[in-house]
């Protein structure tokens, strides 16, 4: 399940009376990088056609500097003085207007905050040095299923989802099972596109013996979902996270000297804040290999976008055996086709007739959408190295399990 978030902030809408032309940015896609002074922000910005104006907030400096916007074909930069407003069109794909601002005002909080590693205690120590473990059981959905509880709230249902780089709360239980005031909002990408969320700060998030503070919450209408809550991986950054399908449990180390010699290390790409890893789809005499989202918030076995397909040419033998409706984190369904994939390797492993969606179209504003779902990833268990971004992986007993 991706979760992907930016703070920023909304105003009202409103029109400039007597603007003739604006400077452009010309981007073929929708994430943009943003140097504020001397800090880059890399993919740090969506392009938001829907929005006008999509205001921009500079941190507060003095005097003046220099921001420039990048896109994957064009930059532009501005050099800005304090409570100013500047505008300017992104143009996306030649087809799409943006209107933009960026405003220089002292008073307002600025769009991209310095970013805040999310880090815990240990409620009760044993003043042994041993990893931190959390249970878990595998739900019928094939998620990642753990307890916990946010502002001393009664045990929460909440899902481990590395395809989440946020803390979440299904709207529907705020004031009801647990107590939380929403006051900002945020920018959330699911695989179904782009929505504006309701958010919460300074909460308390209790796992087990493990406690966050000052921690920002996401609120967002799962409708009739199995769980809670998402956990997703920021609450392990700059760890490692040991997802052990045979023990049921995760286990976070600060580091590891050493992996046991039975995992294989393979390169993680972090991608809008969302680890991937690169595999292979086979069907007949058809190979296509790309990077695909580690997600264990998705309880599909693999999503295939229709520009991963278009862009590789494959089309699978068979006709569709069904078609699906899938629903992301923004609320918006979107429909695949649905195929038996002849085999998939991921690393040097190999698993057959797997289930496979191919969207019939891909969300709108959502890049990088092929995505690997826990049906497929619980037959492996694996290490995830955060700060060097590396997974190590080892098949277990459910590598050539049925899928059906």
């Known amino acids: 399940m991706r979760t992907i978030t930016l703070l920023m902030l909304i105003l009202p809408s409103f029109m400039v009376l007597g603007q003739t032309s604006l ?20 993919d740090s910005w969506t392009v938001s056609p829907k929005i006008k104006w999509d205001e ?29 407003i500047y505008d300017f069109i992104i143009l996306l794909n030649d087809e ?3 209107y933009t601002r960026i405003n220089t005002s002292t008073d307002k909080p600025p769009s991209i905050s310095i970013k805040k590693v999310l880090t815990y205690y240990k409620k009760l120590t044993s003043g042994k040095a041993t990893p931190d473990s959390i249970p878990f059981k595998i739900g019928a959905d094939n998620r990642i299923h753990i307890l916990g509880k946010i502002n001393q709230s009664d045990s929460l249902d909440l899902i481990f989802d590395t395809g989440a780089n ?23 990408q699911g695989s179904d596109g782009i929505s504006i969320v309701a958010t919460s700060s300074n909460n308390q998030l209790e796992i087990g013996n493990l ?40 286990v976070i180390h600060p580091n590891i000297a050493s992996i046991h010699p039975e995992y294989t290390q393979y390169p993680m ?39 991963f397909a278009h862009e590789h040419r494959f089309k699978p033998i068979l006709p569709p055996i069904s078609i699906s409706t899938h629903l992301g ?68 007993q459910l590598l050539h399990s049925s899928y059906y």
């Open 166 to 188: 946020a803390i979440v709360i299904n709207r529907s239980l705020i004031n009801k099972r647990v107590n939380l005031n929403l006051n900002g909002q945020a920018q959330n």
């Open 269 to 307: 790409k972090m991608i809008q804040g969302i680890p991937y890893i690169e595999g292979t789809v086979v069907t007949g005499n058809q190979k296509a290999t790309g990077w695909f989202g580690f997600d264990t918030g998705c309880s599909s076995s693999i999503l295939l976008s229709q520009r």
């Open 329 to 396: 984190s923004s609320g918006i369904a979107y429909q695949s086709n649905d195929y038996t994939l002849s085999k998939f390797k991921l690393g040097g492993f190999e698993t057959y007739l797997i289930p496979i969606s191919i969207n019939q179209k891909d969300p709108e504003g959502v890049n990088n959408n092929d995505i690997l779902g826990n049906l497929l990833l619980k037959r492996f268990n694996a290490i995830l190295d955060f700060k060097n971004q590396v997974i190590y992986l080892k098949p277990n």
């Open 211 to 250: 406690i966050w503070d000052e921690v920002n919450i996401l609120a967002i209408d799962y409708q009739d979902s199995p769980f809670d809550g998402v956990l997703g991986w920021i609450a392990f950054e700059e760890k490692m996270v040991e997802i052990n399908y045979e023990l049921n449990i995760l």
């Open 96 to 98: 799409q207007t943006a």
């Open 56 to 84: 921009f907030v500079t941190t507060p400096f003095k005097i003046k500097k220099t921001i420039t916007f990048y896109s994957d074909i064009d930059s532009l930069s501005f050099t800005i003085k304090p409570n100013q």
């Open 23 to 42: 400077p452009t940015l010309k981007s073929t896609t929708n994430r943009i990088s943003i140097k504020e002074g001397t800090i880059f922000h890399k």
